[in-house]
């Protein structure tokens, strides 16, 4: 795809620009070959800025398995992962991407594109030259992607990040975590064949921190009250800051998000129209292939999601060229601390979002971000006093989530915070 020159940007809403660079960068990655470069399938919050200083077309298979999941079809794939023998209680993500890697090289074999593949609704993705992982969020992804590596024959990169039972970081994690940064960059010298260029590295590292601030402001619009933006935008613009967070593609799109949200707020309007009854935090994954249920649900409630810990899981701060704290950033992502912090950071979305309750996703699939929740739900409720309510799902498998449990639970959450602000009179 061609890029947009800077007429056609100034005339483009963010939600188009949005839509403009995620097909670009699919559409990147499908001519890489083409093009001289190489693909390399990365976890979501694996550190970008080694890759794209090697001109590397970066796919993030997580992001891709939410969009066959918002399209609506997860079904098929976790049916094949499931067939080749997958459990079903292994991550959808990882169900669905592994079954799409399957038919990717089935196809590749046979030279006949499985049906499943053929009728999958989200951006079709090339298999990848190499893999890149950073276990930050979960340790489920080192055997995914492990797998996919042993399966395709291609080489494995893996940045290992100690899980932070104590805060703050000790230094001798950043060290093993920068000594790993080391070798990453040693092994992609040998993958692309070209020595890693330090000049290049940091104007990228200074391109992250300009894209990760048009994310922080633009994702502050949800603390106005009422608030400009629905929350669920936090949702649809997060795929950006997962598969460009080191181009300047997610900062001119964050930046023109903030623009129209606060002409919004100086024309006096809200995203509610004046029906912003109730404002949540909903902790954990969305539940990709219910957004829209989910999303009206609340609507009809008055109910609008003002916080959540996933903008903050993209906010890698750092002095461009100190690695101290960029190993820092990369070992702090929310998943990846303690109870401790874990309950200061939901505490400090909901005050920031001035939520008056908060909505704890058990995620099947997701084991780490759902294990400690109800624990949290109750110390977090001390630390601000707001209600809480718990609902089973799953972020792709739509087998596991109850629209009438969600429902339910919502209208429960809803009469609780409708008593509370009676009783504030
Ligand atoms: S287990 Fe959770 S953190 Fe890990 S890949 Fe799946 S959804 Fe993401």
Known sequence: MEELTLEQ???MSSRDLLNYYLGKSYDDARH???????VCWSTSIAPSEFCETMDVCLVYPENHAAAIGAKKGALDMIDAAEKLGYNPDICSYARVNLAYMELLAEEARTGVTPKELADCPAERIPLPDFILVCNNICNT???????????????????????????PVPQYYKD????????????????CGKPFDYDRFQ????????????????MSMADVKPSPMKGFDIFNYMALIVCARSKKDSEIVFNR???????KIAAGEDAFKGNEKHRLTWEGIACWPYLGHTFKALKNLGINMTGSTYPGSWSMHYHPGNLDEMATAYATVYGNTCLENKVKVISDVVKAGKCDGVAYHLNRSCKLMSFLNVEIADLVKKETGTPFVNFDGDQTDPRNFSEAQFDLRMQALSEVMDSRKEEDK
Do not use: C
């Open 32 to 38: 890489a070959h083409e093009n001289g470069k190489l």
């Open 203 to 218: 104007k990228v590292m200074e391109q992250t921190q300009r894209s990760v601030a048009a994310w922080d402001k633009a």
């Open 9 to 11: 940007q100034k005339t």
């Open 176 to 191: 093993y975590i920068r000594s790993q940064f080391g070798y990453a960059i040693h092994q992609l010298e040998e993958i």
């Open 257 to 263: 998000f903030t623009e129209e949200m606060e002409a």
């Open 141 to 167: 992804l080192l055997k995914w992607y492990e797998n996919i590596a042993a399966e395709l024959g291609v080489p494995y990169i893996i940045i290992d990040v100690p899980y932070n039972h104590t805060m």
